[in-house]
């Protein structure tokens, strides 16, 4: 018997959201994702809880209507993406904010749990079918000359993936969760900006996100200095890793940002 489950709250990529009473949600999975990677989501979710980080709750995966989902704890609060763009008074503010946000998570080391974020960009960059050969060989070169490190390090870090509630902010979306190098992760959070900038083509969207990246990268080193040459490095080997998500808008931007970052380096 299909059950009633209302209008989505939210969708994304791979789910769409669904509310489960007061405290709960469901995010409900679209079939083409394997259910070896909703295991991999609530495993990963469970380690990063463990670290102390106020994050949401983890669940059962239940199979509601024929698809695969997992319940969540219900987090009352709105996308800090959405309120940079209606509210560009405060944008300072929400950069500055969003940065320490992420300058604690690398500062968290977890214990165990987490997947090697080196495993994870090898895998992406070897395996990518749009990768052209040449910057895949550039891409593995610069990797193995990068250290690896041990931090916390979210792996999809944006103002979309952050909730402003009435007790704070809270970070959600740790799939791609690894223990690694945090400059990879912010190189990460370049990628995701500037080719949102990309897409959005011209006007508004596009000024104000090129902004909140300069300004997001420059509170980010103030509040730890000395990396911004091996920032530069990480940034075409994450371009080239993001080409593994076959995200059709921004593969010919990505090859070419990878392209001139190698180049810069």
Excluded at 63 to 74: A, E, P, Y
Excluded at 82 to 90: F, K
Excluded at 159 to 164: V, Y
Excluded at 236 to 250: K, M, Q
């Amino acid at each position: 018997m299909k059950i009633d489950l209302g209008k989505p709250i939210a969708y994304g990529r791979t789910a769409e959201i669904y509310r489960r009473q007061d405290r709960w949600v469901l995010k409900l999975f679209y079939g083409w994702f394997d259910i070896e990677n909703i295991e991999h989501e609530a495993a990963v979710s469970r380690a990063v809880k463990k670290t102390g980080l106020d994050i949401p709750y983890t669940g059962d995966i239940i199979q509601v209507n024929g698809r695969n989902g997992l319940i969540n704890s219900r987090v009352v609060g709105r996308p800090v993406s959405e309120l940079i763009m209606q509210r560009p008074l405060n944008f300072i503010r929400y950069t500055k904010r969003v940065a320490e946000l992420q300058f604690k998570t690398h500062g968290i080391k977890p214990v165990s749990g987490l997947p090697s974020q080196r495993k994870n960009l090898l895998h992406r960059i070897s395996e990518s079918p749009d990768l052209p050969e040449n910057l895949k060989s550039e891409a593995l070169l610069t990797l193995d000359s990068l250290p690896e490190g041990d931090r916390l390090c979210h792996g999809n870090f944006h103002p979309g993936n952050i909730l402003s509630t009435v007790n704070g902010e809270v970070i959600i979306d740790w799939i791609d969760a690894t223990k690694g190098n945090p400059l990879d992760d912010l190189a990460r959070t370049s990628v995701i900006a500037l080719g949102e900038a990309d897409t959005a083509q011209r006007g508004f969207k596009m000024a104000l996100t090129k902004l909140f990246h300069k300004k997001y990268i420059e509170h980010y080193f103030n509040l730890s200095p000395g990396g911004e040459d091996e920032y530069r490095r990480w940034l075409p080997v994450i371009a080239c890793a993001r080409l593994r998500e076959g995200i059709p808008e921004i593969r010919d931007w990505l090859i070419d940002f990878a392209e001139k970052t190698i180049r810069d380096i």
